[in-house]
């Protein structure tokens, strides 16, 4: 099984490892974002996406 993993960057700077895995059954969700609360993701289905924060380097960059 080859999981695909792409890197989700939120509205505020925050940025998310998201990888997406199977479940033996179907599940409905959603994933807001720790930071801002910004919704990112709903879902629904076998296939969901799992989200792992990622460390901020670029905190200083931070546009205001
Ligand atoms: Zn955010």
Partial sequence: MA?????????CGVRYERREV????KDVGCFDCDECGTRLE???????PAF?????????????
Avoid at 22 to 25: G, H, Q, R, T, V
Wanted: glycine share 4%.
């Fill in 3 to 11: 999981d695909q993993t792409t890197i989700v960057s939120c509205t």
């Fill in 42 to 48: 709903i879902w629904s289905g076998r296939k969901v």
């Fill in 52 to 64: 792992k924060r990622l460390p901020s380097e670029e905190r200083e960059a931070k546009r205001a």
């Fill in 22 to 25: 199977a479940l033996p059954i």
